[in-house]
């Protein structure tokens, strides 16, 4: 561009001097230099050229820059809306279905404990009671998780608040009723709080720890570091669950609707790591897992520096 600019201003004065001293035998001198210049109208031409044509291109250089951008906004919307709405077909899908499966299973539970109301059977009425508690509280939680999806930018604008990590955890815990089912111990803390919704905090835990009990029926447990980093607070969760296999998996790790369990005992929507990378990204977070079969896998969260 430096090179184009001086190449502009220095070509008429290198056309003037060779048309005056190279091509015409003219004097040394200023006035010798202007009579020429007077009695040759192309050299007008010649002054000005850089000034038109370099003005031209500036405004035509601007329009297509300014093009290119609207194009480059105009393919990612386009990209954006395609995305949403693969996820919003993904998203009713996944809704009529998982709540089709919970009510019908209600229904066919509430069908059961009328016949044996009749029989009198207690032992069975008890037994089909848990599991309709059970199907119930599983539909809740689908329903939970799908209501905070569609909530996600309530969760993103919402107000932040300095939150002690370790008493936020403790307290997720017994609100979940996870306090007797999961060991968490902190084997880190650089540091103890974290500014960032409450709301938004509990989501992410909440399904890294009940993910964590999922896959790992005997005796799960939850190793956090706390790391002070020049480029903010990072916040490594390491569990000791069944794993998975990044090699098949790597690229869907976080997208929706995901399973990478082959049991059919573990319940889910596969929605949960997708929500957790969603509301980090909106607080200019990241997130980044590794994980082996039969080894558990460790996710690490770095928020930026905001905070202090």
Do not use: W
């Amino acid at each position: 561009m430096i090179t184009g600019v001086a190449f502009g201003l220095l070509f008429p004065i290198i056309a003037i001097v060779a048309d005056c001293f190279f091509f015409n035998d003219l004097e040394v001198t200023f006035a010798a230099i202007i009579k020429r210049i007077n009695n040759n109208p192309i050299h007008f031409i010649i002054l000005t050229a850089p000034i038109i044509l370099g003005g031209a291109f500036y405004y035509i250089g601007r329009y297509a820059v300014r093009q290119r951008k609207s194009n480059y906004e105009l393919v990612q919307a386009n990209m954006v809306m395609k995305e949403t709405n693969e996820l919003l077909d993904t998203f009713n899908y996944h809704v009529s279905h998982d709540l089709k499966n919970v009510l019908n299973n209600q229904i066919v539970l509430s069908r059961m404990m009328s016949k044996y109301v009749a029989k009198n059977d207690h032992q069975k009425l008890t037994e089909i009671s848990d599991k309709l508690i059970d199907v119930s509280e599983k539909g809740l939680a689908t329903v939970m998780q799908f209501l905070v999806m569609s909530k996600e930018g309530y969760l993103i604008n919402a107000e932040t608040s300095e939150i002690n990590i370790q008493a936020e955890m403790a307290k997720i815990l017994v609100e979940n009723g996870c306090e007797d089912r999961i060991k968490v111990k902190f084997t880190r803390t650089d540091f103890y709080s974290i500014e960032l919704q409450r709301k938004v905090f509990e989501t992410i835990f909440v399904n890294l720890l009940t993910n964590t009990i999922k896959y790992n029926k005997s005796s799960p447990s939850v190793d956090i570091q706390l790391i002070k980093h020049v480029d903010g607070k990072q916040i490594l969760f390491k569990d000791n669950g069944i794993g998975i296999d990044l090699e098949k998996n790597n690229d869907k790790i976080f997208t929706p609707f995901q399973r990478f369990s082959e049991s059919s005992d573990v319940e889910g929507t596969g929605v949960g790591l997708f929500i957790i990378k969603k509301l980090i990204q909106a607080h200019s977070g990241t997130i980044s897992v590794k994980s082996k079969l039969g080894e558990g896998t460790e996710f690490t969260i770095l928020f930026p520096n905001t905070q202090n």
